[in-house]
């Protein structure tokens, strides 16, 4: 059998959020659309989906969640993590807060190191990668106390979401483009945190352009393009090793990971992290994305073009 050309693990992200979602993950990892899941250990049916995942023998990681529903910790009552009501401050609140200096990073660490033991009682093994829900992990200040957590149990794998091409994709509505400039960005200034620790990543990010009605067959091809072209790239193909991992083989291939969040979506009122399913699991988006993912056509181009599917622990 030939060599891959490109490892490419395809996580679902959310795992747990819902029942729903967490079947919709199940079927897409039993038909190939997915290689490897992210659990957000503080969701109502993180339990269900850690049981699934044994069943069906799914590689897992942690989906550490700053933003969204209720701390996992129980030490922070009145935390500056949490806002009147006792619940994370939400997706930009979080941003929000962060920016105005009023966060404090001793939080922070702790509600990661909770999420961490929560997630080694569910699944019975350390996260085999840990990245951030909402892409929290990158934020400054936060990204040296993620850093630190990953190193202290030994975790070798997290997420840098900085898509090749990305600015090209005039497609996607101008709010979008901005969130995403400013992900990557962040992303930007936490390689050096992360090469200190020691903490690794593939070489290729994917994710940000192909997520809900965005994710098509001509996108996924134009966005798998770039690990192509990084694998017939002998000096590109060098440089990306040498910023994420220092193999020394003569020959390896180049390693990438792209983001997803298939499922059947949520019900009203039925699951979320402590305050109900969001309108984003609840879109019918979710549904495409895992109609999208294990379309035969997909999955036949994965094997004409020698892309491997494969989760962060066979790295």
């Not at 190939?32 to 023998?57: Q, T, Y």
């Not at 794998?157 to 960005?185: M, S, W």
Request: glycine share 8%.
């Amino acid at each position: 059998m030939p060599q891959p050309k490109v490892k490419l693990v395809v996580t679902g992200d959310d795992f747990g959020y819902c029942e729903r979602r967490n079947q919709g993950i199940v079927d897409c990892f039993k038909t190939g659309g997915i290689s490897n899941v992210s659990l957000l250990v503080n969701a109502v049916s993180a339990e269900h989906a850690a049981d699934l995942a044994k069943r069906n023998h799914i590689p897992i990681g942690l989906h550490a969640n700053l933003s969204e529903g209720l701390p996992v910790s129980q030490d922070l009552k009145g935390s500056t993590l949490l806002n009147k009501d006792g619940f994370f401050h939400g997706k930009m609140g979080f941003w929000e807060v962060l920016q105005c200096g009023r966060l404090k990073m001793s939080e922070v660490e702790a509600e990661l190191r909770a999420q961490v033991n929560r997630f080694c009682e569910l699944a019975g093994h350390v996260p085999y990668h840990m990245d951030g829900h909402q892409h929290v992990h990158v934020l400054p200040e936060v990204r040296e106390v993620f850093a630190q957590v990953l190193s202290d149990f030994g975790i070798t794998y997290t997420r840098v979401p900085i898509e090749p091409g990305l600015t090209f994709c005039t497609f996607l509505p101008p709010h979008l483009r901005d969130f995403n400039a400013q992900v990557e960005k962040d992303a930007l200034e936490s390689i050096e945190v992360f090469h200190r620790y020691g903490i690794r990543w593939p070489d290729i990010y994917l994710g940000l352009s192909t997520m809900g009605k965005n994710m098509s067959v001509p996108n996924l091809k134009r966005a798998l393009g770039f690990t192509l072209e990084a694998s017939l790239d002998d000096g590109l193909t060098s440089s990306l090793i040498q910023s994420s991992d220092a193999a020394t083989d003569s020959y390896r291939p180049v390693t990438a990971e792209l983001m997803v969040h298939p499922g059947y979506p949520s019900q009203p009122h039925q699951g979320g992290c402590g305050e109900g399913p969001d309108d984003f699991s609840q879109s019918a988006d979710r549904l495409h994305e895992l109609n999208t993912l294990r379309d035969p056509f997909v999955l036949n181009y994965y094997r004409q073009q020698g892309i491997h599917l494969c989760a962060f622990k066979d790295f």
